[in-house]
């Protein structure tokens, strides 16, 4: 398989540096967008064919494997299936965007504690959306933060631009953190992300390069943890899927893919040519 276009000089580096390296690489991506198609049900949502079998390819060769995600860690791995499936014994899961750290070699979870502002968040938020008129707005409680999706509403925009507002001031009397999101506004505690999460990994591993794959706004954090950490000499190949068409995190990519089948076929060239070397 041929290598997939690559944007930018330090993408080349990186993807070269993978290849070149790869037991001190690490391949971690987000789940929703990537692995798997959105979908208006978040339980609903499954990988797409082949994804799980190109990282499990991936880590036979790579130090780490990772899927970096805003569910909380179980749910990610029921969601995603990896507990059942071989080759994912090196697999760890960075749940609530890293508060959480479920690992394949132990099957258990490790996790910091929850602010308490989230707790008082969800027992004033059903009050708030009725007050908006908005009580069709779906909550999607991840224990640790709160996501308030207006995909499936009638004015899906129109509702997340009320909401944004209110949100805001919730999210400044409990104390957390308003993130947007692709139709959808996210209660989280301070401090707390995917670039963080990122960092954590990066020096548990030690890694020299890494390849991470995302599709949000969410996923901005990552990049930018990342870039830093190209400053002071990582190698790194930013993967970007249009699936939730976040124009910046598009922009910031050095690999565009129009969707997870995209991402499969990215990270299935990266191990034909790890094989290959």
Not at 124 to 152: I, Q
Not at 184 to 207: C, H, N
């Amino acid at each position: 398989m041929s290598t997939p276009t690559i944007q930018t000089e330090a993408g080349r580096e990186g993807w070269e540096a993978i290849v070149a390296d790869p037991a001190t690489a690490v391949i971690s991506t987000d789940f929703d967008g990537v692995l798997s198609p959105l979908v208006e049900d978040p339980a609903r949502a499954r990988p797409v064919e082949g994804a799980l079998d190109a990282l499990a390819r991936l880590a036979r060769s790579v130090d780490q494997v990772a899927i970096v995600t805003g569910r909380p860690a179980l749910v990610a791995t029921e969601l995603t299936g990896v507990t059942g499936h071989p080759g994912l014994g090196r697999l760890v899961v960075l749940g609530h965007y890293g508060l959480e750290r479920w690992d394949a070699a132990t099957g258990t979870v490790m996790s910091d504690p929850v602010p308490s502002g989230v707790a008082e968040a969800r027992e004033r938020l059903p009050g708030l959306l009725r007050e908006l008129g908005l009580s069709d707005a779906f909550v999607e409680d991840k224990e640790s933060s709160l996501a308030v999706h207006t995909r499936r509403m009638a004015d899906p925009v129109g509702a997340l631009e009320r909401l944004r507002t209110p949100l805001t001031e919730l999210a400044e009397s409990t104390e957390l953190r308003l993130e947007p999101g692709n139709l959808v506004l996210e209660l989280r505690p301070p401090g707390v992300d995917k670039g963080v999460a990122l960092r954590r990994l990066l020096g548990s591993t030690g890694a020299q390069s890494i390849l991470y794959g995302g599709d949000d706004l969410g996923d901005l954090a990552a990049y930018r943890a990342i870039e830093e950490q190209r400053k002071a000499g990582l190698k790194a190949v930013l993967l970007a899927t249009r699936s939730s068409n976040a124009t910046e995190l598009i922009e910031a990519a050095d690999i565009v893919v129009d969707d997870p089948t995209g991402v499969v076929t990215v990270l299935t060239a990266l191990s034909d040519a790890i094989a290959a070397r």
